[in-house]
Nanobody
């Protein structure tokens, strides 16, 4: 079945940076879209970024555009989320996702596999 394992979350001051990693195992990686979602308490899960299987087409939510960057290293079966200029409203559990398609989707129900999530807290 395989799994997705996230790492890199934690507590950071406003304006700070964090880098999340998600490593996939047990299934093909390089041909499939990867994404990052987040869910804050009392809110629905929302997409943060999506990257196509070829790594050439990337989507960013408006709320993170210009601050967050995603990339993938197919040799390591890993996707990254570099988060800069973090704000308190970025506080959430961040989930890595993989879709059985080359193309990303902005809808969480279109993604097939999920990691366990990693907490990101932005607070002074």
């Amino acid at each position: 079945q395989g799994q997705l394992v996230e790492s890199g979350g934690g507590l950071v001051l406003p304006g700070g940076s964090l880098r999340l990693s998600c490593t996939a195992s047990g299934r093909p990686f390089s041909i499939y879209a990867m994404g990052w979602f987040r869910q804050a308490p009392g809110k629905e899960r929302e997409i943060v970024t999506g990257i196509d299987g070829d790594g050439k087409t990337i989507y960013y939510a408006a709320s993170v555009k210009g601050r967050f960057t995603t990339s993938r290293d197919d040799a390591k079966n890993t996707v990254y989320l570099q988060m800069n200029s973090l704000r308190p409203e970025d506080t959430a559990v961040y989930y890595c996702a993989q879709r059985n398609s080359r193309l990303y989707s902005t809808l969480s129900q279109d993604w097939n596999y999920w990691g366990q999530g990693t907490q990101v807290t932005v607070s002074s």
